[in-house]
């Protein structure tokens, strides 16, 4: 059974940075491109940023290019998101998901497996 378990969340000023984690259960890790979302209240879900198994090729949108960061350490199974200069606007809960195909993805529908999600509250 596919399991993607995050943690890493919490409550930071702004300005202030967090590192969220994703622990993949995936049999072939490197077989994944790896993203993350985030939903904010009364928001549809959005893309973040996603890498892809190697880590050679990432993409980001826009509101977060310059400020967060997305890695993975396939030896671990895992894909990490370094934010930095958080501001109120990243409040949101923050999905881990898994697409089985190649190149980076930005679109929701492409990816296969999903995370339950880890809260990010950023105060002023």
């Known amino acids: 059974q596919v399991q993607l378990v995050e943690s890493g969340g919490g409550l930071v000023q702004a300005g202030g940075s967090l590192r969220l984690s994703c622990a993949a259960s995936l049999r072939t890790f490197t077989r994944y491109v790896m993203g993350w979302f985030r939903q904010a209240p009364g928001k549809e879900r959005e893309f973040v940023a996603a890498i892809t198994w190697s880590g050679t090729y990432t993409a980001y949108a826009d509101s977060v290019r310059g400020r967060f960061t997305i890695s993975r350490d396939n030896a671990k199974n895992t894909v990490y998101l370094q934010m930095n200069s958080l501001k109120p606007e990243d409040t949101a809960v923050y999905y881990c998901?898994?697409?089985?195909?190649?190149?980076?993805?930005?679109?929701?529908?492409?990816?296969?497996?999903w995370g339950q999600g880890t809260q990010v509250t950023v105060s002023s």
């Open positions: 998901a898994a697409a089985e195909t190649f190149g980076v993805r930005r679109r929701q529908d492409e990816y296969d497996y």
